[in-house]
């Protein structure tokens, strides 16, 4: 089995970073969408903006339904 690699988005200007979760048993169900850089150090400090569960079987299907989530919160966040 492949390992689906972590990715920034948009790919010529990242400002979301996306991570899948845990691949050990098939593919991830669980992916997190986040900013680029740790926001501060503080523990208050953002880790992600969404966490999305799926049920990916194919890594481009995944790429692009989580590009377009990570549009929305860039968007929505003036990114």
Sequence with gaps: MAHWDS?????NDPK????FGPQKDGPPQVAF??????EGDS??????????AGRWTDELVAHEELDKMAQAIIEQKHL
């Design 16 to 19: 979301i970073w996306i991570t």
């Design 43 to 52: 523990p208050q400090a953002v880790e992600y903006y969404q966490e999305v």
């Design 33 to 38: 969408l986040g900013p680029i850089q740790p």
């Design 7 to 11: 990715y920034g988005y948009p790919e």
